[in-house]
């Protein structure tokens, strides 16, 4: 199972960019994708998840400026910045629960990360 990340990059203040993270691999379901980030000298945080069902939930952070969405046939899902801040300058991961065959035919729910991508917002 792999999750690649792109999107990254440097943006000015008020800007925007988008990131995208697709899945591949052998993996039965995909339950939740999410996006987390981690600033220099802080903890990663979760950004924003969506699940299967399309439920989505926003950390207060960035609540009205980031948008997360999921292409369910290209198991792929983005995030759409707007209004960055400097304050959102992070490495970006993308995250996945994914149910995935164990022994014979049972399966477990396991989660996986992607490399990391920069966002840097400059003031």
């Known amino acids: 199972v792999q999750l690649q990340a792109s999107g990254g990059g440097l943006v000015q203040a008020g800007g925007s960019l988008r990131l995208s993270c697709a899945a591949s691999?052998?993996?039965?379901?995909?339950?939740?994708m999410a996006w987390h980030r981690q600033a220099p000298g802080k903890e990663r945080e979760l950004v924003a998840d969506?699940?299967?069902?399309?439920?989505?939930e926003y950390a207060d952070s960035v609540k009205g400026r980031f948008t997360i969405s999921r292409d369910y046939a290209k198991n792929t899902v983005y995030l759409q910045m707007n209004s960055l801040k400097p304050e959102d300058t992070a490495v970006y991961y993308c995250?996945?629960?994914?149910?995935?065959?164990?022994?014979?035919?049972?399966?477990?729910?396991?989660?996986?990360w992607g490399q990391g991508t920069l966002v840097t917002v400059s003031s």
């Open positions: 691999g052998s993996f039965v379901s995909i339950n939740v």
């Open positions: 995250g996945a629960d994914l149910r995935v065959r164990g022994k014979g035919w049972n399966t477990y729910s396991s989660y996986y």
């Open positions: 969506i699940t299967s069902g399309g439920r989505v």
